[in-house]
């Protein structure tokens, strides 16, 4: 919730994806209601296909590699802090990823976002105008 609430993703583009296994809770009815509330896609590793899950294991590998590699954290508060600002204060925002044409997270996600309103306007233009005969196009 505190990530939804945080970034307010446009709900209208439907576009966020959330990944698990396919432990129990993730298959709820009541998780995945949760899930179609908030405008989110459910998506679940197939059943013994270990490249499922290869985006996050490469995220793990980089927190690691990248941030806590020789770290000790004496609380638990204190490892979720670090982490936290792994993600938000430099994995999103700063880190490029070559699979992602050497963006950030964050700025490929925006551009992806803009690209799609864009999209969105033009679909729209093209229903709201004139056929060529000068007609009105009938409503969707």
């Given at each position: 919730h505190s990530a939804l609430a945080q970034r307010q993703p446009d709900a209208t583009l439907h576009t966020?994806?959330?990944h698990s296994d396919q432990g129990a809770q993730y298959a709820s009815a009541a998780y995945l209601e949760l899930l179609e509330a908030h405008c989110l896609t459910a998506s679940m590793s197939g059943a013994g296909n270990c490249y499922d899950n290869a985006p996050?294991?490469?995220f793990m590998a980089s927190l690691?590699?990248?941030w806590t590699h020789d770290l000790t954290y004496h609380s638990r508060r204190q490892l979720?802090?670090?982490i936290f600002d792994y993600i938000v204060r430099f994995y999103n925002p700063r880190r490029l990823h070559s699979a992602l044409?050497?963006?950030?997270?964050a700025e490929f996600e925006e551009h992806y976002n803009q690209q799609q309103r864009q999209l969105r306007q033009k679909e729209e233009q093209q229903l709201l105008s004139p056929q060529p005969d000068g007609s009105e196009r009938p409503p969707a």
């Open positions: 966020l994806l959330h996050m294991e490469s690691k590699k990248e979720t802090r670090d044409g050497y963006c950030s997270p």
